[in-house]
Structures are given as C-alpha cells and as structure tokens.
C-alpha cells in the first residue's frame, strides 16, 4: 500500500538537496574566482563567520563535555557520601580538611570528594528519592569509594549488592584490621551467596562521632562494590580511629 505522506515527504527531501548541492557549486566557483587570498578570507567570514563561529562553539563543547566527564565524574582520590546527617561534613569542613593533610593527597592531581547532602533509608524504601537514585549512579559507575549511614540501614543496603563484599582480595588488610567490626547482609542474589557477608564496618567509636559529631548514634562505613580507590577508603579508617597523645599516634579498633 503507498503513502503519499511519504512519498511526498521524500520529493521535497531530494528537491531541498538538490538546491543545497547547486547553492554549495555556486558559491564554490565565486570564491574560486575571487583571485586575491585576503579578500576571499575577508569574503568567507563576512558571509559564513556565524557557520565557522557554530562549528568551533559544537567541537569546543564536545571536548568539553568528555573533559568533564572523564575527570569530574572519575578522578577522584577519594568520593565519600555522609548519609543522612546535617552535620558539617562536606569539603572544606575541618573533618575534609584533617583527612586530606592526613592523607597528604596532592589536590591538583585529583580531588577529595565528601559529599554530605544524601538522605535516604533504605530500609524504610527508597523508590523515588532521588538521593538514592544519586547514590545508585555513582556506585553502579565506580564512582563511589564509601559511604556511612546508621548501622541498621547500611545492613539493608548491603542487600542490594552495591556494597563490597569485604570478604573480597581487595579489601584483606582491612579485614586484618576492622574484620571484628563486621556487618552482615544476606544478598537479595541468591546466586552470589545465601549466606551473610560483610558490607559494613561498625565506627560509633571513631572519631567521626567522638570528635566530629557526624553522627549521633551509632553508624557504620561500607565502600562502594565497583570502588577502584579501597586503599583510600582503607586510609580513612585509619584516620578516623587514630587516637593522639602527645607526639604520639595510637591507633584502636
């Protein structure tokens, strides 16, 4: 069955093309006779300037966009979410501030990232928060390197298997050190385990309620299952359960 819709649609199409093909030929052969090089630039930007100024604007625009892309979304030291605390924990704050000199990370390299403007309970439900769908993007792309929240409700994120298993290779040293803080979640996948595994480390004594009040109860610390920054995350452990006296460092768990 025909359709003069289309079929019109496709004359007009060839029509448009063909005067654009005899427009380009035409002013081709003008510029091509216009004998001296100045007035034949001076003669292309007088008519075309509005083009050429579109065409570098679009190829700026598109290297700036995979520029942000590769390094805002991915170049970071470290990217922590404080969840569900109004506490001033975000950059710049003194708990930011203390890790980055404790760290001694090099901020024109790369960037540490604490970002406290997340609220959502997972065990309450999350669909539709966007915090959480916020929380999804940057763990399912590997941006995530830890995130804190109450006990309880990091034992149910646990489920969903964007927390690391911290039984994982990657994660042995602080096994070593945090493996008696544990926290268990049966994964909702059943293939993966149908037992507990840890995805969480208990830190209600840590100083980030002791002395930074980012917490009023208890709470907990995982790292992001995709994270490729562990050590980072490994570092701020150390960090915020090192005790000072004096000139000395001590460090308990």
């Known amino acids: 069955m025909s359709c003069p819709g289309a079929a019109h649609f496709f004359q007009n199409n060839q029509v448009i093309m063909s005067r654009l093909s005899q427009w380009a030929k035409t002013e081709k052969e003008k510029i091509s006779n216009i004998p001296d090089n100045g007035k034949r630039a001076a003669y292309i930007w007088e008519y075309y300037k509005l083009w050429i100024i579109g065409i570098v604007f679009l190829i700026w625009f598109v290297a700036f966009s995979i520029h942000q892309y590769t390094t805002t979304m991915h170049d970071y030291w470290c990217y922590m979410m404080?969840?569900?605390?109004?506490a001033d924990a975000g950059n710049g704050s003194d708990i930011w501030e203390d890790y980055v000199e404790y760290t001694g990370y090099d901020l024109r390299e790369k960037a540490v990232e604490f970002n406290a403007q997340s609220y959502f309970d997972y065990k309450k439900g999350a669909t539709?928060?966007?915090y959480f769908e916020a929380f999804v993007a940057y763990a399912d792309s590997g941006t995530l390197d830890g995130i804190t929240m109450e006990k309880e409700s990091l034992a149910a994120l646990g489920k969903t298997g964007r927390l690391m298993d911290l039984n994982s290779e990657a994660c042995a040293s602080i096994k070593e050190k945090y493996g008696d803080r544990f926290i268990y979640s049966v994964p909702f996948d059943e293939e993966y385990s149908t037992?507990?595994?840890p995805v969480g480390i208990d830190?209600?004594?840590s100083r980030l309620i002791?002395?930074?009040n980012v917490y009023a109860g208890d709470c907990?610390?995982?790292?992001?299952?995709?994270?490729?920054n562990v050590e980072a995350v490994e570092l701020f452990l150390d960090f915020i359960f090192e005790k000072k006296t004096g000139d000395k460092l001590w460090f308990f768990s």
């Open 210 to 212: 002791t002395e930074y």
């Open 220 to 228: 907990a610390l995982a790292i992001g299952a995709l994270s490729e």
């Open 195 to 197: 037992e507990e595994v």
């Open 203 to 205: 830190i209600s004594d």
């Open 82 to 86: 404080f969840n569900n605390t109004y």
């Open 128 to 130: 539709g928060n966007s």
